[in-house]
């Protein structure tokens, strides 16, 4: 649906950009459910309780600073229907030949006090439903977390490639990601997030090069064996008080875990 919407440009990551920016925020009805990881919800919110779609121009998080400075930051806003959001789901479960499954729940939890979404998937047939890259590293699509995460030391493979994902991609996904925002008091809130992926990915690359100068011929020929199995867990809490119209403050606390195993065997020649 934002695929189609007028200003907006949904990249093949995920990726949201509005008005040419790229979003610093998707709210649900102006609570800040997902934070940074806003695919989760961009991707599998089920699209018949949604109202509308806003687009903020000159958005600011602190709302101190609204009026006093100038921002260029921009975010979108989802208006849910009136009457369909106290809870509302959605299931899938597909099967086909060669044992190939497709899996994902969710599930939307929305009353005065509780804003709640929670998501499910597993996957063999290279669908990815998760906030993950699955081509390159596989860090979270935030920029500004990324420089607080370590380095890998090593390349964790090439797993990309001119075909679309759904002829050369082999894999077994499992993501569950949960976020919920609890009003504690009139203008306070406390927002947990917490989220596990796991993954195999195998890819086979195979290359053939022949070189001649009408007499003499070479051939190069090389195979790539690739195994990657990753596995992440992350966890948020921020809590926030802005009881005092002159005083707000938060306590924001992360932790993301990642452990991936890479196995490359290559054959040059025989």
Request: hydrophobic residues 35%.
């Amino acid at each position: 649906m934002l695929k189609k919407l007028p200003g907006i440009e949904v990249k093949s990551n995920g990726e949201i950009k509005f008005k040419g920016k790229s979003i610093k925020k998707l709210m649900l009805d102006g609570d800040d459910l997902f934070g940074s990881n806003y695919t989760i919800g961009s991707r599998n919110i089920n699209v018949d309780i949604i109202d509308k779609i806003q687009g903020l121009d000159n958005h600011e998080d602190n709302a101190l600073l609204k009026g006093l400075q100038d921002s260029d930051d921009v975010a979108l806003n989802i208006v849910l229907k009136k009457g369909k959001t106290d809870f509302s789901g959605n299931s899938n479960l597909n099967y086909g030949i060669e044992n190939r499954w497709n899996l994902y729940s969710s599930g939307l939890l929305v009353n005065k006090k509780t804003k709640a979404f929670s998501f499910l998937s597993y996957n063999n047939i290279g669908s990815n439903k998760s906030i993950y890259n699955l081509n390159s590293d596989l860090l979270i699509q935030n920029i500004n977390k990324k420089r607080l995460q370590a380095k890998s030391i090593l390349t964790e493979g090439n797993f990309n490639s001119i075909l679309d994902e759904s002829f050369h991609s082999m894999n077994s996904a499992f993501f569950n990601s949960n976020n919920a925002i609890f009003k504690l008091l009139k203008k306070s809130s406390l927002k947990v997030n917490f989220g596990i992926y796991t993954n195999e990915l195998n890819r086979t690359n195979e290359s053939f090069t022949e070189i001649s100068d009408g007499t003499t011929q070479i051939d190069f020929f090389n195979t790539e064996q690739l195994t990657k199995n990753p596995k992440i867990f992350s966890g948020q809490l921020l809590f926030s008080n802005k009881e005092r119209d002159s005083l707000h403050w938060e306590y924001n606390g992360s932790l993301n875990i990642e452990n991936t195993t890479l196995i490359n065997e290559s054959n040059n020649n025989s």
